[in-house]
């Protein structure tokens, strides 16, 4: 049985901003504002398009040390962007793991992170409300500091 659950972080920074930074520029900037968590993001294959396979490396001291995940989906028109992870991370106890984001625009000038994350748990496993609470808690953090670094930086997008 799939665990979903939704989440909305609220931005100051308009929606086609952040979904530039957090999505199209992602793989420079997240690792620039998260040293400790994540070291690097490298395409193995493709163009950044539907399709294309990345390889995240984590930080010392994280539970995983890499995942790959595959691009479902990219709108850049509507800010959309879906991916699977496809290898390393939790797949030891899912047998599936992806997430939906849509950035949409507020109506403060502003910006909403809409995240849906869908875990398919293998077999019997159990997932307990703290591990998706702090899956929760890093989505919003990496969202929080790539806001973060835009506001600190509002000629870099």
Do not use: W
């Not at 909305?8 to 930074?21: H, L, N, R, V, Y």
């Not at 930080?59 to 990219?74: A, C, F, I, Q, Y």
């Not at 800010?79 to 992870?85: A, E, R, V």
């Not at 994350?117 to 990496?142: L, N, T």
Request: with cysteine; proline share 4%; charged share 25%.
């Amino acid at each position: 049985m799939a665990i979903t659950y939704d989440m909305e972080i609220p931005s100051s920074i308009p929606a086609d901003k952040m979904f530039k930074a957090f999505v199209l520029e992602g793989d420079i900037i997240i690792p620039k504002v998260l040293p400790h968590a994540i070291t690097s993001v490298e395409t193995l294959e493709g163009d950044g398009g539907v399709g294309t396979i990345k390889l995240t490396t984590f930080g010392e001291g994280s539970m995983h040390k890499s995942v790959k995940h595959r691009v479902d989906g990219l709108d850049k028109k509507n800010f959309t962007y879906s991916y699977t992870i496809i290898e390393g991370g939790a797949l030891d106890v899912f047998e599936s793991i992806s997430y939906h984001i849509k950035i949409v625009a507020s109506p403060d000038g502003g910006s909403i992170c809409k995240n849906r994350s869908i875990y398919k748990p293998k077999g019997d496993a159990q997932v307990s409300e703290e591990e998706i609470k702090a899956g929760k808690e890093r989505a919003s953090g990496i969202f929080k500091k790539v806001e973060a670094y835009l506001l600190e930086n509002p000629d870099a997008y």
